[in-house]
């Protein structure tokens, strides 16, 4: 059972890192697709832009929700790297809590506005604007589970993992 | 400042967050759901900040481009090439290859705008070569390789820069252009920093390249070498915006390595693009953090208190210059690079501004310090990098890069005080500071 789980899970992990490439290759081909219309066809169009800054929006919020997984993370690991797991587990507990909950608290006040978007509609592709901003639901509904699940972990016994600078990369 | 206040509880609480290890970009948004909520505010603004400050920003959009770009460069044989021909230049001299590890920074850092990409991209390859034999010892290799992708986002193009530019409205195009001299300043320093300890150590020299072979070996590198040229051709003859600069770099790189080299597989291709998503999801959330807590900061006036407080010190420019330099190359020591530039930068900009400094200039003098933060222990990206690749104790990579991080340090003085060296190019292009 267990191991049909985690079998699953990385079948998933594995699955929504193809969506986050996918998202990106759009990406590049939209800009590539924009900067030919223009000087080779002396066509501008508009809704390449639209496509992009759309997917930029929903690659860091799918990506931060399912695909960097904890050791790449960015963090500031003065103290974090410094103690044993056994006070990770406490640091890990205190800050899971603390997302649990102003994520949860803020959640109504986020759909609302979210929902109250739909009176807007961009201005190319015409897509009402809840539909574009509802990857933030997604991303906050997300980021609670799986600190649901970081929490539970540390109750149980498991430290998080150990971090690892080399693969938290920031870009600079 | 009032401790009970909403503002002073959630920056408490950021900063107890990231301490915590709390991954920085979380620790932000929450510490800002706490303030709007301690505030009596709509927390709806948290999302409302986030989507649109993400979805209304059109230069950020360079920045997954050129960490795809960067990716699309290190699968090809790009590197191969383009350090044969540095090797023919340069290995020459005593201490050959440590000066080829230099000239094929500055060369990279033309056609990349990562410090992280470059070390990660030449760093395995360029350890392979100076250890080889025993030639150089495997910490100053190492070393040497760190301090010398500093020059990656220094000169153009720049992820480092276009983030300034995002949280201080300067122009990107001057920006990368007012990078170019200090590059050179810093790649110069280096480079006398191995002329030096060359004789002393008694390094190496390459078999010299015969002449007759130069022809041959810039030919293969050419479409490399060109890279630079088309992307900052492109951007400062007004044909491209540096956003679609940065796409047609992706395009360029994958081009040569794909269809010229022939090095790229479909593998190579797929992983260049996962790596790049999850790296831009990672830089993403620290944006996307930044803007929600900037919203707080904005909202608090917290940049104007700055202000007055600096102004109360009576700092000249030159006074505040030497502040903001100590107090970046200290947090550089302990804090990421990015994370300095998107919550720490912005609330000095007013005063920068107030005090006639130039935002060009101010911005270059910013991203050095960053950069030199990515050496300096105990947090420097680079450092941990490098001792990943070369299995060398970072103590050791640490002593053999000091030589250097003070070479650098004194480049970031020549270039604080003497402001023209920042501004001579971008001047010459036309722009009015």
Redesign the interface.
């Given at each position: 059972m267990n191991s049909s789980l985690r079998a699953m899970g990385s079948w998933l992990e594995r699955r929504a890192?193809n969506i986050?490439?996918a998202?990106?290759?759009t990406?590049?081909a939209a800009?590539?697709l924009?900067?030919a219309f223009r000087?080779l066809l002396g066509l501008p169009i508009g809704w390449t832009?639209e496509i992009?800054?759309?997917l930029?929006?929903w690659?860091?919020?799918?990506?931060?929700a399912f695909?960097?997984s904890e050791r790449?993370?960015?963090?500031?690991?003065?103290?974090?790297g410094a103690v044993g797991p056994g006070s990770?587990r406490v640091?890990?507990l205190?800050?899971s809590f603390?997302?649990i909950t102003?994520?949860t608290?803020?959640l109504p006040?986020?759909v609302?506005?979210?929902t109250f978007m739909k009176v807007e509609r961009s201005s190319y592709l015409k897509i009402r604007f809840d539909w574009?901003?509802s990857i933030?639901i997604v991303f906050?509904v997300a980021?609670i589970i799986r600190y649901i699940w970081i929490a539970w972990q540390a109750v149980r016994g498991v430290a998080?993992d150990e971090?690892d600078?080399?693969k938290?990369?920031?870009?600079? | 400042m009032n401790l009970a206040s909403p503002f002073s509880i959630s920056l408490v609480?950021i900063t107890a967050?990231?301490?915590?290890?709390?991954?920085?970009?979380?620790?932000m948004?929450?510490g800002s759901?706490?303030y709007?909520?301690l505030a009596g505010l709509?927390?709806?603004?948290?999302?409302?900040q986030?989507?649109n400050g993400?979805?209304s920003n059109?230069v950020?959009?360079s920045?997954?481009?050129?960490?795809?770009a960067a990716e699309f460069m290190n699968i090809g044989s790009m590197t191969d090439r383009l350090m044969a021909f540095c090797n023919a230049l340069v290995g020459r001299f005593r201490g050959g290859l440590a000066q080829v590890n230099i000239l094929q920074s500055i060369i990279f850092a033309g056609m990349s705008g990562?410090?992280?990409?470059d070390a990660?991209g030449t760093g395995r390859m360029m350890q392979a070569m100076m250890t080889r034999d025993g030639r150089y010892p495997g910490s100053y290799a190492a070393a040497l390789t760190a301090v010398s992708s500093v020059i990656g986002?220094i000169i153009p193009p720049s992820?480092?820069m276009v983030l300034y530019a995002l949280v201080s409205d300067a122009s990107i195009g001057f920006l990368f252009l007012g990078g170019v001299v200090p590059g050179l300043l810093m790649a110069l320093s280096q480079m006398i920093i191995v002329a030096t300890t060359a004789r002393a150590r008694n390094f190496p020299v390459e078999k010299p390249v015969p002449l007759r072979k130069l022809p041959r070996i810039t030919w293969e590198a050419f479409p490399s070498l060109m890279m630079p040229v088309v992307l900052l051709g492109g951007i400062y003859s007004g044909?491209?915006t540096p956003?679609?600069a940065?796409?047609?770099a992706?395009?360029y790189a994958l081009l040569i390595s794909a269809g010229l080299y022939r090095s790229v597989s479909w593998r190579d291709f797929?992983n260049a693009?996962?790596v790049?998503?999850?790296?831009?999801?990672?830089?993403?959330?620290?944006?996307?953090g930044a803007l929600v807590f900037n919203y707080v900061i904005t909202v608090e006036n917290i940049p104007e208190g700055v202000k007055a407080l600096l102004a109360g010190w009576n700092l000249s420019p030159v006074g505040f210059l030497i502040f903001v330099n100590i107090l970046l190359l200290l947090l550089g020591c302990?804090?990421?690079?990015?994370?300095i530039?998107l919550i720490v930068v912005p609330v000095f900009i007013p005063t920068a501004q107030a005090l006639g400094i130039d935002l060009v200039h101010f911005g270059i003098v910013v991203v050095v310090n960053?950069?030199i933060g990515?050496v300096t222990p105990?947090?420097g990206?680079l450092l941990?990098?490098m001792a990943?690749i070369s299995s060398e104790p970072l103590r050791d990579i640490v002593r053999d890069s000091l030589p250097f991080l003070f070479a650098m340090v004194v480049a970031l003085a020549i270039m604080t005080f003497v402001p023209e060296t920042v501004l001579w190019l971008p001047r010459l292009f036309g722009y009015q500071g």
């Open positions: 890192e986050a490439a998202m990106l290759a990406i590049f800009f590539l924009q900067i000087y832009h992009s800054v759309v930029w929006l690659l860091v919020l799918w990506g931060a695909v960097v790449e993370e960015i963090r500031f690991d003065i103290i974090y990770r640091m890990a205190i800050s603390a997302v102003l994520y608290i803020s006040a986020v609302d506005y979210v574009l901003f933030y906050a980021t998080p971090f600078p080399t938290a990369s920031s870009g600079v | 609480a967050l990231a301490f915590l290890g709390l991954p920085i970009g979380h620790a948004i929450a759901i706490l709007l909520l709509d927390m709806g603004t948290a999302a409302e986030l989507l993400m979805y059109y950020i959009l920045v997954p481009l050129f960490i795809l990562s410090a992280i990409a990660a986002p992820i480092p044909v491209m956003t679609e940065a796409a047609v992706a395009g797929y693009l996962a790049s998503a999850r790296t831009t999801a990672s830089i993403g959330m620290l944006i996307a302990v804090l990421e690079g990015t994370a530039l960053i950069m990515l105990p947090y990206l941990f990098i990943n």
